[in-house]
């Protein structure tokens, strides 16, 4: 009898071990159509009116335990805003005014166009469900393509970009993070070299982005703005977001000494978005191909 | 094991519960940085109330539900998972822990072992893009927040099980030695029975 129980509970485990390999090495090897995913697609369609409801019914713990935790960070964080708060308003005064003069060239010549922007339809969504893993890879959202939202949408949240989303079922789309492994996008940093490379993350690390591919001229300095620029590449499955150029994406933290004139660089950013307080975020549709 | 269906749902209604509440409401609430994870402690706290086959059965179930819903790939969570309720189970069954903070120190191994594993898994899938030393030090956060949260869950977990849960043989024979004719009773209490009895 006690044997029998243990073959029994060996069996099962070996059972469990042997469906769950097979399971990963179909779904890894599979296409994105295939089988699995669809069953992915179906059980994502279910359970979001329930992934809906619970996340409505428990906003208001989750934004007691968010104000408990932001209380204790917003003290050692009120010297730093206050420093930049006054660094700010000096910077304002000046972008107002150069702000207004861009508006009405813009509206003259047409940048709006240049730029994309104008085709692009905003959508607020709200995050109803994130990833339970440390890699941060993923958030849903509660607007799918019943809404108009279609895979490689860009998606940002309050000062920048946060990703972009890469399955959409009719009722939710699932975001893909820009510090999820299989994120990357092209970028440029906002001096008058204008230099372009490609943003990547420091997998683990929410605070930190690598912007690589850089030219060795590209004459780059703590504190530069990187912004999206409208780069894809169809061959790399990473660089495949249709955000806009100009999109604001994080500043550079600190600049890597060159080794070499010939050597692409590589310099670290620091995102503009709070990837850890996500509540409400816009999708950028587009309005057509 | 003999299959034992009130058991079975109510791990059932827990496993479903654990992966929502994960979702939307502890994936996103930062506690020093890292967020807990629920349901490497609840596949824990199952594993060691109901046993190996239990545990380890919860852990696929879990780990399916996880990637399925988050979208990724099929299969990782549950390899994780399964290794830990199973080997929650067999520590209840091998070693009979009794101490009340033992879900404590599971649940630690647990979720390193989760947050380590999960690690290695992915970098056996291959990930191109450079990954930061800060990964270990989130593992770390992750293990002392879940530190925090382990007795409740368990607790929580115990009270929802207990009544469907079969009666553990081993605490039986426990009850059986602890009996006025065993010889772990204090003296003074067999005496004192005795002298009532001769009274």
């Given at each position: 009898?006690?044997?029998?129980?243990?073959?029994?509970?060996?069996?099962?485990?070996?059972?469990?071990?042997?469906?769950?390999?097979?399971?990963?090495?179909?779904?890894?090897?599979?296409?994105?159509?295939?089988?699995?995913?669809?069953?992915?697609?179906?059980?994502?369609?279910?359970?979001?009116?329930?992934?809906?409801?619970?996340?409505?019914?428990?906003?208001?713990?989750?934004?007691?335990?968010?104000?408990?935790?932001?209380?204790?960070?917003?003290?050692?964080?009120?010297?730093?805003?206050?420093?930049?708060?006054?660094?700010?308003?000096?910077?304002?005064?000046?972008?107002?005014?150069?702000?207004?003069?861009?508006?009405?060239?813009?509206?003259?010549?047409?940048?709006?166009?240049?730029?994309?922007?104008?085709?692009?339809?905003?959508?607020?969504?709200?995050?109803?469900?994130?990833?339970?893993?440390?890699?941060?890879?993923?958030i849903t959202l509660d607007k799918g393509s019943d809404s108009g939202v279609r895979q490689y949408d860009p998606v940002v949240a309050g000062a920048g970009l946060i990703g972009d989303v890469t399955r959409v079922t009719h009722t939710t789309s699932v975001v893909s993070l820009i510090t999820s492994p299989n994120f990357a996008i092209g970028a440029s940093i906002e001096n008058q070299s204008g230099a372009a490379g490609l943003i990547q993350p420091q997998v683990g690390d929410l605070g930190v982005l690598e912007l690589i591919n850089l030219p060795p001229d590209s004459n780059v300095s703590d504190g530069q703005l990187v912004v999206t620029n409208d780069l894809r590449d169809a061959k790399n499955p990473?660089?495949?977001?249709?955000?806009?150029?100009?999109?604001?994406?994080?500043?550079?933290?600190?600049?890597?000494?060159?080794?070499?004139?010939?050597?692409?660089?590589?310099?670290?950013?620091?995102?503009?978005?709070?990837?850890?307080?996500?509540?409400?975020?816009?999708?950028?549709?587009r309005r057509n191909n | 094991m003999d299959f034992n269906l009130h058991l079975t749902l109510r791990i059932a209604i827990i496993a479903v519960l654990a992966v929502v509440l994960q979702e939307t409401f502890v994936s996103q609430i930062s506690l020093f940085g890292a967020t807990a994870d629920v349901t490497t402690l609840t596949v824990m706290a199952v594993g060691l109330l109901a046993g190996s086959m239990a545990g380890a059965i919860t852990g696929f179930a879990i780990g399916l539900l996880v990637d399925l819903v988050m979208f990724q790939t099929v299969g990782v969570t549950s390899l994780l998972l399964i290794t830990v309720g199973y080997w929650s189970g067999r520590m209840r069954e091998l070693r009979d822990p009794s101490h009340g903070l033992i879900p404590l120190a599971v649940g630690a191994i647990a979720t390193g072992f989760t947050g380590v594993g999960m690690a290695v898994i992915q970098f056996l899938l291959g990930v191109d893009a450079p990954v930061s030393w800060l990964l270990i030090q989130q593992i770390i956060l992750q293990v002392l927040v879940n530190c925090l949260i382990a007795l409740p869950v368990y607790e929580i977990v115990r009270r929802f099980l207990y009544r469907a849960l079969p009666r553990d043989p081993r605490a039986r024979r426990r009850h059986a030695y602890t009996t006025s004719l065993s010889p772990l009773q204090r003296p003074s209490e067999r005496l004192g029975g005795a002298r009532a009895r001769t009274r």
């Open positions: 009898m006690h044997d029998k129980t243990i073959r029994r509970r060996r069996a099962v485990l070996a059972l469990l071990v042997v469906i769950s390999l097979a399971l990963l090495t179909d779904y890894f090897g599979g296409s994105s159509s295939g089988p699995l995913h669809s069953v992915q697609q179906g059980i994502s369609t279910v359970l979001s009116p329930l992934q809906s409801g619970a996340s409505t019914v428990l906003s208001p713990f989750r934004d007691a335990a968010n104000y408990v935790g932001s209380t204790f960070k917003a003290q050692s964080e009120l010297q730093t805003a206050r420093d930049k708060y006054n660094a700010l308003v000096k910077q304002y005064a000046k972008i107002a005014y150069e702000g207004e003069q861009y508006r009405k060239i813009a509206a003259t010549v047409g940048l709006d166009n240049k730029y994309g922007i104008g085709n692009y339809d905003p959508l607020y969504a709200t995050l109803i469900g994130a990833d339970p893993v440390l890699w941060y890879d993923t990473t660089v495949q977001s249709y955000a806009p150029a100009g999109i604001p994406i994080g500043t550079v933290s600190s600049t890597n000494p060159q080794s070499s004139l010939l050597e692409n660089r590589s310099e670290r950013v620091t995102p503009l978005a709070d990837l850890q307080h996500l509540s409400v975020v816009q999708i950028l549709r | -």
